[in-house]
């Protein structure tokens, strides 16, 4: 069954950046779409990017222009670029992955994602 692990997670001040990778050991990720969530402090889990397996790309708006999810599928790994950081996106990070072929590129709802990390914790906080 595919295992994936969140690593780059810490403590950073506001305005710094952090670069979150998401891997999965001895499988292959390129047949997958990634997506990367967020769960704040006593909120529900969202969807904030997902990159498919050709590459293209989605943000949810509040991370437009300040986020940067990629992909490098010879390492099995997908990143997730987070700059300008502020308070507000404190929370739990996971990535999840999924391969449904019905599946439509944009969604974030969890049934479309079998795979999940365990998560990793990002505060932003002076």
């Known amino acids: 069954q595919l295992r994936l692990v969140e690593s780059g997670g810490g403590l950073v001040q506001p305005g710094g950046s952090l670069r979150l990778s998401c891997a999965a050991p001895?499988?292959?990720?390129?047949?997958?779409?990634i997506g990367w969530f967020r769960q704040a402090p006593g909120k529900e889990r969202e969807g904030i990017s997902c990159i498919s397996s050709g590459g293209n790309t989605n943000y949810e708006d509040s991370v437009k222009g300040r986020f940067t999810i990629s992909r490098d599928n010879a390492k099995n790994t997908v990143y997730l670029q987070m700059n300008s950081l502020k308070p507000a996106v404190t929370g739990v990070y996971f990535c999840?992955?999924?391969?449904?072929?019905?599946?439509?590129?944009?969604?974030?709802?969890?049934?479309?994602?079998?795979?999940w990390g365990q998560g990793t914790q990002v505060t932003v906080s002076s």
């Open positions: 999840a992955a999924g391969n449904h072929p019905a599946y439509r590129f944009g969604g974030y709802g969890s049934s479309w994602y079998g795979s």
């Open positions: 001895g499988f292959n990720l390129g047949y997958y779409y």
